[in-house]
């Protein structure tokens, strides 16, 4: 089916194999990263991956696609995504 809006919205997509490998679709923003925790805009909501030995192998964010390698303790989602008003805090879009 045709999109009429002229806006393109991307499937959001997880898959986690293993714990260990994590390669996502549906990516508008990485907001944050470092080798514990990394915080993603996806098109369903914020999504806060914890771990340990984090890595963000591959990112592209014209396809919306991001890969992380590491060992993967949790995955949480909070409300928000495309909807969301610009020029909010990361920390208010993640909380809201």
Do not use: A
Not at 32 to 61: A, C, P, W, Y
């Amino acid at each position: 089916m045709e999109d009429l809006t002229g806006t393109k919205q991307r499937q959001h997509r997880l898959m986690l194999t293993g714990r260990s490998v994590c390669n996502l679709n549906g990516i508008l923003d990485v907001l944050s990263f470092d080798l514990h925790e990394i915080l993603l805009e996806t098109e369903q909501g914020m999504l806060m991956i914890k771990g340990n030995d984090l890595h963000v192998n591959r990112l592209s964010l014209d396809k919306g696609e991001v890969d992380i390698e590491g060992k993967v303790d949790s995955l949480t989602y909070s409300e928000g995504g495309s909807g969301m008003g610009k020029g909010e805090s990361f920390l208010t879009k993640l909380f809201k």
